[in-house]
């Protein structure tokens, strides 16, 4: 069993950054595909981007490559999403998810386990 919980949403306005962070409990993060996911206000949620185990690969969703960021910390059990140049349109909640059998950069992947959300509101 894995428990995750975001962190670090909030108001901010467009053009600036905010990061988010999502600590995981247990001992076996690095077993697990990292991803981060978004739910806009009335839209099916999507892909954002995904992170392997080792954490030397990454994979973005096209409408933020570029601007945001995925990393991880295995020794604290953390991953992070950097969001720069934050537009209205990535307004949403924001949600990390972990996956035992699927792939970085499978943007359709199984993911186990899900956080809370975390709520991003970028305002003009």
């Known amino acids: 069993q894995v428990q995750l919980v975001e962190s670090g949403g909030g108001l901010v306005q467009a053009g600036g950054s905010l990061r988010l962070s999502c600590a995981a409990s247990g001992r076996t993060f690095s077993s697990y595909t990292m991803g981060w996911f978004r739910q806009a206000p009335g839209k099916e949620r999507e892909f954002v981007g995904g992170?392997?185990?080792?954490?030397?690969?990454?994979e973005y969703a096209d409408s933020v490559k570029g601007r945001f960021t995925i990393s991880r910390d295995n020794a604290k059990n953390t991953v992070y999403l950097q969001m720069n140049s934050l537009k209205l349109e990535d307004t949403a909640v924001y949600y990390c998810?972990?996956?035992?059998?699927?792939?970085?950069?499978?943007?359709?992947?199984?993911?186990?386990?899900w956080g809370q959300g975390t709520q991003v509101t970028v305002s003009s």
């Open positions: 998810a972990a996956g035992a059998g699927t792939s970085w950069n499978n943007p359709r992947g199984k993911y186990d386990y």
């Open positions: 992170i392997s185990r080792s954490g030397t690969s990454t």
